[in-house]
């Protein structure tokens, strides 16, 4: 099936670096495999978009701070995927750099929503119990983003990817391997059930970094699903 952008979301790029064996974090979490040289094309990279979009899995994680450091370039607006808006008003964040937007679901606690209020995020809502994507794309559209950064885990990059919602790939590949039955890995979710259901992409540039591979691919196909992230 031929896949095509809306006209009303933002063009969404999925970055990431993994090891050789697919991995983005070893089975205790620990997700350092940027070398410094990727962390610098990392912040160009955010530097050229409007928004950088992550899951609350992520930030509970890692404690981003989801700015532009390492190179010159404006720091983009952070979105943080939170359904039950669990982001901890004392997360990194919410001490320096443009604006936090943090999606929740109309279930989200109240109490919870407004502290993140106070904190200096807008909240925005997208869906009753789940996050619904496409709405949520079609908001921040609205809000004058049109270049977004994926920066999520293995869930949120299967919700997007499986959901139609990602134009572009690119992957860092790292010169290890950790192994790991329980390692988060680029992609996680449900998966497909058949090859032929795969999201197919075509391969747009492949260049050296040091002793790392850099992958951009543009997606071309995808099975489509509900838009929906838990």
């Known amino acids: 099936m031929a896949r095509l952008r809306s006209k009303e979301r933002p063009l969404v790029t999925l970055v990431g670096a993994m090891t050789l064996d697919g991995k983005i974090a070893s089975r205790t979490g620990d997700s350092q495999i940027s070398s410094k040289e990727d962390l610098k094309t990392?912040?160009?990279?955010?530097?050229?978009?409007?928004?950088?979009?992550?899951?609350?899995?992520?930030?509970?994680?890692?404690?981003?701070?989801?700015?532009?450091?390492?190179v010159n370039g404006r720091s983009p607006m952070r979105v943080i995927?939170?359904?039950?808006?669990?982001?901890?008003?004392?997360a990194r964040i919410f001490k320096k750099g443009p604006t936090i937007i943090i999606a929740v679901t109309k279930s989200a606690p109240w109490k919870r929503v407004e502290a993140l209020k106070r904190a200096g995020a807008r909240i925005l809502r997208a869906g009753n119990n789940?996050?619904?994507?496409?709405?949520?794309?079609?908001?921040?559209?609205?809000?004058?983003?049109?270049?977004?950064?994926?920066?999520?885990?293995?869930?949120?990059?299967?919700?997007?990817?499986?959901?139609?919602?990602?134009?572009?790939?690119?992957?860092?590949?790292?010169?290890?391997?950790?192994?790991?039955?329980?390692?988060?890995?680029?992609?996680?979710g449900d998966g497909v059930t058949k090859i032929k259901q795969a999201i197919n992409l075509i391969l747009t540039e492949a260049r050296r970094q040091s002793n790392e591979i850099v992958l951009t691919y543009k997606v071309t196909s995808t099975r489509p699903r509900r838009s929906e992230s838990v």
């Not at 955010?46 to 930030?59: C, F, H, K, P, Q």
């Open 81 to 90: 995927v939170d359904s039950s808006a669990r982001t901890p008003p004392t």
């Open 42 to 70: 990392l912040h160009r990279l955010r530097s050229r978009n409007d928004a950088i979009m992550i899951g609350i899995g992520t930030l509970l994680q890692d404690d981003p701070r989801l700015t532009v450091r390492l």
């Open 130 to 188: 789940q996050i619904n994507l496409l709405t949520l794309l079609t908001q921040l559209y609205h809000l004058g983003i049109k270049r977004i950064l994926l920066e999520g885990g293995g869930n949120l990059n299967w919700s997007m990817i499986s959901n139609g919602l990602v134009d572009n790939v690119t992957v860092t590949v790292a010169p290890m391997v950790i192994g790991g039955s329980h390692a988060t890995t680029l992609v996680e």
